[in-house]
């Protein structure tokens, strides 16, 4: 689904990245974990086309994407999640959900355009969708509170129910329970098993160890920009060089 081939960026003249290379197949879950500043939103960010790879290459399947613009790797079926919640505060909660369909919207257009009734079905039809979407995410009760009323908790869910309302290909989760409560923790794990078991491929930014081990096929580590390890969670849990440019760390900053 997703492959990258030494993909390097730098951000004047820092490297945020370095030579990283590494591949998802379709249906798996790929853990990305690694310290704080180790790369893993600036990857994130060069796969949605967000940021510029300076060398190297993005491939979606098999097609190099590393130079279109983000709303175009977006009509290709990625979606996302962002560290920092981007949400529109002043629309609702389902407007902020259907901002996650406007890519499938924009394909007919011309075709609604030349006929009205169709265009009031198709808009329907994405209501119908975005409010699935919201109930999935335990939210349909606020569909129609503005997003700025909701809490930090339920605004990460109503990223997840955007992210995964269009049925993407491909998911880029960064850090999705960053900031929650032990109990919305376990609400957003149940969400991230369940997407899972529909078949969608993701990629997840994840620092909780304990989540990354039940849900991920395959754990990539980024250390400084570099991927220091990647392979099975069992594998990179033991891997010498995991456990001390990593967990040691994380450790020593506990
Ligand atoms: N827009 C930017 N401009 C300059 N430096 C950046 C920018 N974004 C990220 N960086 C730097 O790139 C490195 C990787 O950051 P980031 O990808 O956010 O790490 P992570 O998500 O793993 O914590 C850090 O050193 C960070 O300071
Ligand atoms: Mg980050």
């Known amino acids: 689904m997703l ?3 030494n993909v390097s960026k730098w951000f004047g003249g820092l490297p945020a990245l370095q030579d990283v290379s590494f591949r998802i197949a379709p249906g798996q879950v790929t853990a990305l974990i690694g310290p704080n500043g180790a ?3 600036t990857l994130i960010n060069c796969i949605s086309g967000v940021d510029r790879v300076q060398a190297g290459s993005v491939l979606l399947a098999r097609r190099p994407v590393e130079a279109l613009p983000a709303f175009k790797i977006a ?5 996302r999640t962002f560290q920092n919640l981007k949400l529109f505060s002043r629309l609702t909660v389902l407007d902020n959900v259907l901002t996650g369909l406007t890519v499938a919207a924009e394909r007919s257009f011309a075709v609604s355009m030349m006929r009205l009734p169709a265009l009031r079905h198709q808009e329907r039809q994405l209501r119908l969708r975005a409010l699935k979407a919201l109930d999935d995410f335990g939210l349909a009760k606020k569909a129609h509170w503005p997003a700025s009323s909701l809490s930090y908790g339920e605004k990460k869910r109503v990223e997840m129910a955007r992210a995964f309302v269009s049925d993407p290909r491909l998911v880029l989760l960064d850090e ?3 900031g929650l409560n032990t109990e919305e923790t376990a609400q957003i794990a149940r969400h991230i098993r369940r997407q899972r078991s529909a078949g969608h491929t993701m990629l997840l930014v994840e620092h909780d160890m304990e989540l990354v081990m039940e849900v991920a096929d395959q754990v990539v580590v980024l250390d400084s920009g570099r991927c220091i390890a990647s392979g099975k969670p069992e594998a990179v849990r033991s891997n010498p ?5 990593y967990l040691g760390r994380m450790e020593a900053t506990a």
């Open 39 to 41: 790369g893993k939103s």
């Open 75 to 79: 009509a290709l079926g990625v979606a």
């Open 241 to 245: 060089l995991v456990l001390e440019a």
């Open 176 to 178: 999705p329970v960053a």
């Open 3 to 5: 492959e990258l081939r």
